[in-house]
């Protein structure tokens, strides 16, 4: 019953995918702006809300072990950006490996996609370096805080202002198919663009909280720690719609939408998450938490130098699946 229930969410998570990204392009084909505004911006941001708020829920309880809490709170703020950065961009490759073939090629708007992988690496190599500042040195901490806020503030910044240029380059955002709601008789203008926007967001919302309760219920049946459900399970559940978004817009030949979703979420979760986990939590460098962080900095350092050195093709991304299970065998060991 637990499985079919998870099953259940599991659908639910597509169906809403399928109508938030649908609302999505219209709503960036409407505001006439780039893909890398829509795919690092709206659609990483609206989507990241899942896993945003489990953190956060645990890090702010006022019930349960508060150790205990703040280990699946920090393993949620860490494992988000690890699933982002290894797990979601291999599943993103399979889905176009029988289309593009092995060594086939992607090819996401480039300068967005160097932009966020260049403010994800700063906010969180400081992010890594916080976890040997004593939880004593208050001040520290608060300041490496404050500067991860203001480099996400700045990044938004950036790239909103690259968006006309991308336009008149042709990186507009273009809606694929007409707007599902007016296939109900309903107008194609701004308000109805959103109100299908927020319909499609709830309901991924509910669906990812669905499954990770479902989740929660069956990790200790398989025998796991708290902070190992937080670093590895609920991640998985809570990025579902990262990755089926990013799958629909690839086998689309929406390069710059699919990449931006990951990398612009990979952005927001690598500065201000950590923020709020290093100035509440103990953000201690725990062995399993030390080695996600590192498998994380590897596999978007891969990324970048790939994009940046000949061009991404399909087989890049089997290198981030690759880390990932080296990571998994790692801890489980």
């Known amino acids: 019953m637990l499985f079919l229930e998870l099953f259940g969410y599991l659908l639910l998570i597509l169906v809403a995918a399928e109508i ?18 829509t795919g690092s911006l709206f659609a990483a941001v609206g989507t990241a809300m899942p896993e945003t708020l489990v953190p956060l829920l645990a890090i702010f309880a006022t019930t349960g072990d508060s150790v205990t809490n703040e280990e ?34 992607l090819t996401p ?47 938004v910044m950036l790239t909103l202002r690259a968006s006309s240029k991308l336009v008149e380059e042709g990186h507009a955002t273009e809606a694929g198919s007409p707007m599902l709601l007016t296939r109900l008789g309903l107008p194609q203008n701004l308000l ?64 710059t939408l699919a990449f931006g979703n990951i990398t612009g979420a990979m952005v927001f979760q690598g500065t201000l998450l950590p923020a709020i986990g290093i100035s509440l939590t103990p953000w201690a460098p725990q062995k399993e938490v030390l080695l996600g962080v590192l498998i994380t900095l590897i596999a978007a350092f891969w990324l970048r130098w790939a994009a940046v050195t000949g061009g991404l093709r399909v087989w890049h991304l089997f290198v981030n699946g690759a880390l990932y299970v080296t990571y998994l065998v790692a801890v489980l060991a």
Do not use: C
């Not at 990204?21 to 780039?34: D, P």
């Not at 699946?72 to 950006?81: K, M, N």
């Not at 966020?116 to 939880?135: G, N, Q, R, T």
């Not at 669906?207 to 902070?227: C, D, N, Q, T």
């Open 109 to 155: 708007e480039k300068t967005g996609l160097k932009r966020d992988l260049d403010f994800f690496l700063i906010a969180f190599l400081l992010a890594f370096v916080a976890m040997f500042v004593p939880h004593g040195e208050g001040w520290v901490r608060g300041a490496l805080a404050f500067v991860m806020v203001m480099i996400y503030f700045f990044y």
């Open 72 to 105: 699946i709170g920090v393993g949620a703020i860490l494992g988000a950006p690890l699933m982002l950065s290894t797990l979601s961009l291999f599943l993103m490759s399979v889905a176009v490996l029988k289309r593009r073939g092995i060594k086939g090629h």
């Open 192 to 255: 109805f663009i959103v109100v299908q926007l927020a319909l499609g967001l709830a309901l991924l919302v509910t669906g990812a909280k669905g499954f990770i309760h479902g989740v929660e219920l069956a990790a200790p049946v398989i025998g796991i720690s708290a902070l190992l459900l937080s670093l590895m399970i609920i991640p998985i559940a809570t990025e579902l719609p990262e990755k089926v978004n990013s799958i629909l817009w690839i086998r689309k030949h929406k390069d």
């Open 20 to 37: 938030f990204v649908n609302a999505l392009e219209h709503l960036g084909e409407k505001l006439h702006i780039s893909e890398g505004v």
